[in-house]
């Protein structure tokens, strides 16, 4: 963590100033017009930012005296206000931070600008872009501060386990801060109303609009879902008519999360698989395409969202789809159950639920969940990306369902999402031979589904 300092000592680090951890000092870097220096500080901010904040001092050189003041001192200090800082911020940093500027005087009279970077960050920061000719900033890097001191990528697990276990510790201070708000009477929250029966009865009826829909294919077929099956429902509260069916549309398209290629809830626009009024709600079923000549377990989602604020949608494992067996392992379909999928779905279905409930509110919501995943007696949890990542046994479900709900403040789900899709999952996996799904597991696959747009 970075040195606290009162606003009005700021000027402290002006005397003999000295590099470390949190503190690095720059020369005059020309922040307005020159590319280079531009990623040069971009590169300075986020390390610090990642390192849990601190301080940069610019027009400072390093000599063997230690740091002394660079030449070439411009003659006004418009080129570093705070508006230039930030700006530099919002373009090559993701996620964008805001930064303090003070103009604060050394011992020996002059001024000097001095930068200080927030820390607090609940994910890593990283480049948004690269620099100039890709020299100094690479774009999706990540820069941690490290002993010397410099500023460079994470090269080891104990650097990347530093790194998530701060960002970690960040949403877990945000999230009881928000459950502090709650009981404090400050969040006020509407209270439930038979809370599992709504949601229960909605998805059972979209459950009979899917089994309808797949009632003339054959029995086998990918379509169906031969093997099982996962579904997401969940009821924004308080949302219902906040939106008329002629309008759910534009609040759907809005509240699409692409980070990855084939997102929950998508929108397509294709013939013969875009979205249609039914029953007074938007349903949707990809199993329906024509164009497709294999109709895949992967690929044939249904779903459903009503105008008084419910959602459902039901897909069949990719891990059973065409794709995986004919690649990577040659996995025959109902087998085997993936280390790292169910934590991608379900925070993307969470982040979906999340975008979808302000849309339609215009303000935060309370999101009730339910993840239920079918067809798992004798799957085997493995790793089709990386074997090497399951070790210690084999894990094998003898159970052959389970149903979670959970129940979340919308603005607490991007925050939280390691920790609200943990609570989520954990059990699930514990179906597969107690296996005791790692925290930084979920935290290390969401960052990375996070960190791909698409």
């Not at 960050?121 to 990540?142: M, T, W």
């Not at 979906?352 to 999101?367: S, Y």
Request: aromatic share 10%.
């Amino acid at each position: 963590m970075s040195r606290e300092i009162s606003p009005d000592r700021l000027g402290d680090l002006l005397v003999d100033p000295r590099e470390d951890l949190d503190l690095e000092a720059k020369n005059w870097l020309d922040l307005r017009g020159d590319n280079h220096d531009k990623a040069t500080f971009a590169k300075a901010a986020i390390a610090l930012a990642n390192h849990g904040g601190g301080f940069i001092l610019l027009g400072f050189e390093d000599g063997a005296e230690g740091l002394t003041e660079a030449d070439n001192r411009p003659d006004a200090m418009t080129g570093y206000s705070q508006d230039v800082v930030n700006g530099i911020v919002d373009r090559y940093c993701e996620p964008s931070f805001h930064c303090e500027v003070r103009f604060e005087a050394s011992p020996a009279g002059s001024v000097f600008p001095v930068v200080k970077v927030p820390g607090g960050h609940p994910v890593p920061v990283r480049a948004k872009r690269s620099g100039p000719g890709d020299k100094i900033l690479g774009q999706n890097d990540i820069y941690l501060r490290k002993p010397g001191p410099r500023s460079e990528v994470p090269r080891s697990a104990q650097e990347w386990d530093e790194l998530l276990s701060r960002c970690l510790e960040n949403r877990r201070d945000e999230l009881a801060s928000l459950i502090r708000r709650a009981l404090a009477g400050l969040e006020p929250r509407p209270q439930p109303r038979d809370p599992d029966e709504r949601l229960d009865r909605w998805a059972k009826e979209c459950f009979g609009h899917w089994s309808e829909l797949v009632e003339h294919l054959p029995p086998e077929v990918g379509a169906r879902f031969p093997h099982g099956h996962y579904s997401f429902a969940y009821e924004v509260v308080g949302g219902a008519g906040n939106a008329a069916l002629q309008d759910l549309p534009d609040v759907l398209r809005a509240s699409v999360v692409r980070h990855s290629g084939w997102p929950p809830f998508w929108y397509p626009t294709r013939r013969g698989i875009e979205p249609y009024p039914s029953d007074g709600a938007v349903e949707c079923w990809l199993g329906g395409d024509d164009e497709r000549e294999e109709r895949d377990a992967a690929y044939a989602d249904f779903w459903r969202i009503a105008p008084d604020a419910l959602a459902y949608l039901i897909r069949g494992y990719d891990e059973d789809g065409s794709d995986m067996h004919r690649a990577r392992r040659r996995v025959e379909p109902g087998t085997v159950f993936d280390l790292s999928l169910p934590v991608w779905r379900a925070g993307e279905a969470l982040l979906h639920a999340a975008r979808f409930g302000e849309e339609l509110l215009g303000r935060p919501a309370t999101i009730r969940f339910v993840a239920h995943y079918t067809g798992l007696s004798g799957r085997s949890l493995v790793s089709l990306t990386d074997p090497t990542r399951m070790v210690g046994g084999e894990y094998v479900s003898r159970d052959g369902s389970i149903r979670r709900v959970a129940e979340v403040e919308s603005e607490a789900i991007a925050a939280n999402l390691p920790e609200i899709v943990y609570e989520l999952l954990a059990p699930l996996y514990a179906l597969f031979g107690f296996f005791k799904l790692p925290t930084l597991l979920v935290a290390e696959e969401l960052e990375t589904m996070r960190s791909r747009g698409f």
